[in-house]
């Protein structure tokens, strides 16, 4: 049996025995081949997350192109808010409806819409491509087919469709151009607060809701907001042509039902988007082609949208919405 040096030969100095020194070697090797062990799992874990992590993306992505069997109708959704960063963004629906020009075996695409409106530039975006994929592929019918509201930004979309389709009950129209706010200088005044604007430039402080409106940044506001309301009905105009009414209210920003909506030449006929596709277009199988956002997409956004709101510039008004 092995016994421990001495006080005094630890003292002395002695040199550990031969025995001692294997031990420790053992020791150390046995250290370090579990270290190996360590690293080599921790390796594993590493590769074995980011295979799966790209296996997730891979079928995300994939799962963006539709497969299809035979001769069918395309179907892009247009639903909710059209606006940069909303519901509806123009490059996804522009996504989706080059997809589905572009697909073997269509024979029609339908775009369903279920929007109150948005953005003039959003809207103008989707319009615009439209008319570019009707005459590229003129042999593929486009309708537009309304589920409960096609106002404004939803009607600037669907004026460019070949045929537009309605419920009866649907709402439609609301061709006019909006700016809002509110006023707070009474309110202001009520409670003794003083308003303290400094700005770089004569007009930056234009429409400010704690300042008193003033003519020259209401006139502004109009003239803008009659631009793009003339810009509007030049797109319905050149979408619907001779089938429009004479009504004066047609470009006024009243709405209708679908039914009334018929009357006036703002829309074709009644019917569902089964209905056109196997009615009209004469492919009953749907195809969705409706673009949704991948993980990295969403990523990248929401990444996007964060340095956005740190470098905006503050602007005192709402941008004019067709709404």
Excluded at 71 to 86: F, M, N, W
Excluded at 87 to 114: C, H, M, P, Q, W
Aim: proline residues 3%; negative net charge; glycine residues 10%.
């Amino acid at each position: 049996m092995m016994t421990e040096p001495s006080t005094t030969e630890s003292q002395k100095g002695i040199a550990p025995t031969t025995t001692e020194n294997s031990l420790l070697r053992e020791y150390l090797w046995e250290n370090l081949k579990e270290r190996k062990r360590s690293r080599r799992w921790n390796i594993f874990f590493k590769a074995f997350f980011a295979a799966y992590f790209l296996f997730l993306l891979f079928v995300l992505m994939d799962s963006e192109v539709p497969t299809t069997n035979g001769e069918h109708t395309a179907l892009v959704d247009v639903e909710g808010v059209i606006a940069a960063g909303g519901d509806i963004e123009a490059d996804d629906v522009v996504t989706g409806l080059r997809s589905a020009f572009e697909a073997e075996d269509v024979k029609g695409v339908i775009v369903r819409i279920n929007s109150p409106g948005g953005s003039p530039v959003q809207a103008g975006y989707i319009n615009s491509e439209m008319r570019r994929l009707r005459e590229k592929y003129p042999d593929i019918p486009l309708h537009a087919v309304v589920s409960d509201i096609c106002a404004s930004g939803g009607y600037y979309v669907a004026a460019a469709a070949d045929k537009i389709f309605v419920n009866k009950a649907s709402i439609v129209g609301s061709i006019g151009v909006l700016m809002e706010g509110f006023g707070f200088v009474d309110a202001m005044k009520k409670l003794g607060i003083e308003r303290r604007l400094i700005t770089a430039g004569k007009h930056k402080g234009i429409l400010d809701p704690f300042s008193p409106l003033d003519s020259a940044g209401k006139n502004h506001a109009t003239s803008i907001l009659n631009q793009v309301h003339t810009q509007f009905i030049d797109i319905v105009k050149q979408g619907r042509g001779d089938r429009l009414s004479d009504d004066p209210d047609l470009f006024s920003g009243l709405f209708w039902t679908g039914e009334e909506a018929k009357k006036l030449g703002l829309v074709d006929e009644f019917g569902s988007t089964g209905y056109v596709a196997r009615e009209i277009i004469g492919a009953e199988k749907i195809v969705d082609y409706t673009h949704e956002e991948s993980l990295l997409d969403r990523f990248a956004k929401q990444v996007g949208i964060g340095l956005a709101k740190t470098l905006q510039l503050n602007t005192s008004f709402s941008l004019p919405g067709l709404r």
